[in-house]
């Protein structure tokens, strides 16, 4: 085992630090390879056969040039849930469980089959499928603009055996689309929010490798996505019904903002686990 961490090491040492090394490291040994988690601890003495060797040769040459290690490795884990991942859609992230946490601490009682939930750009269909994974009797509907997003979502549904409705729509033209007949107890988006002058600033790993429809917005209008939801929302949402956001920490106050010239009240901010203003919910 430690000729195998050492070849990973010496493969990976120049592009990423001592402990993101450490962790690819441990992935790529018991997610790739299958080795089990004692040998791995223990450094027992393992050999890998030709396949293996190309398996990781070929892992470590992606990695190499930056692409993500939930794209090599397919698959990534959300709220506990095992779920495909490609360049069809974004990474999971961490911050966005705390999202879905506060959803279903905000609804510990609501578990009836008539509460029904939107998720705006399910990409993936992460948050829908938590949401549906914790809350079983719940209506979780999905939608997203992007065919190949919604392939990802479908696959991960059929994946996970979590029903879950998919939709193609945009919510930008919603409007003239199948959800201005809808009608639901919540909405939750996760939509692009990364201002377009802060690429400057990311990880070639994110720019190089995710949809970058799902990231970036204009610089003239950071709140285009939350304002069409907010109005969607005001048509949409039943009384008493709520929103939440996950939001850009440098646009939290003008989203504030926005949200009570709607109308919306209780507006409340929460801070991801990094300490960054992260998340917003508001009640119709």
Not at 8 to 23: F, Q, R
Not at 70 to 81: E, S
Not at 102 to 111: F, G, M, P, V, Y
């Amino acid at each position: 085992m430690r000729r195998i961490k050492e070849h990973i090491s010496e493969s990976l040492s120049e592009k990423y630090s001592a402990l993101e090394v450490k962790e690819i490291s441990k992935a790529l040994c018991i997610e790739l390879l299958g080795t089990g988690i004692n040998d791995y601890y223990l450094d027992r003495e393992t050999s890998l056969d030709s396949a293996q060797q190309q398996l990781l040769d070929f892992a470590l040459s992606r990695l190499g040039s930056g692409e993500p290690l939930q794209y090599v490795l397919g698959y990534t884990f959300f709220c506990g849930l095992k779920l495909k991942t490609d360049a069809r859609a974004l990474i999971p992230r961490p911050e966005t469980t705390e999202l879905v946490e506060w959803i279903l601490q905000d609804h510990a009682t609501e578990s009836g089959c008539d509460f029904s939930v939107l998720d705006i750009g399910v990409g993936s269909g992460a948050i829908s499928l938590a949401l549906k994974q914790n809350r079983p009797l719940w209506k979780v509907c999905g939608v997203d603009v992007e065919p190949a997003a919604l392939g990802l979502a479908s696959e991960n549904v059929i994946g996970t055996g979590l029903d879950v409705e998919l939709m193609l729509s945009d919510i930008l033209e919603w409007r003239d689309s199948a959800l201005s007949a809808r009608k639901f107890n919540l909405i939750v988006s996760n939509p692009p929010y990364i201002a377009e002058s802060e690429a400057l600033q990311m990880e070639p790993t994110v720019l190089d490798y995710e949809p970058g429809s799902a990231l970036f917005v204009p610089d003239s209008d950071p709140l285009l996505f939350y304002r069409k939801i907010l109005e969607y929302a005001l048509h949409s949402l039943v009384p008493g019904g709520k929103v939440y956001f996950e939001i850009n920490p440098l646009f939290v106050e003008e989203l504030e903002t926005l949200v009570l010239e709607l109308g919306f009240r209780n507006v409340d901010v929460r801070n991801d686990i990094s300490g960054k203003q992260r998340m917003v919910r508001a009640m119709l």
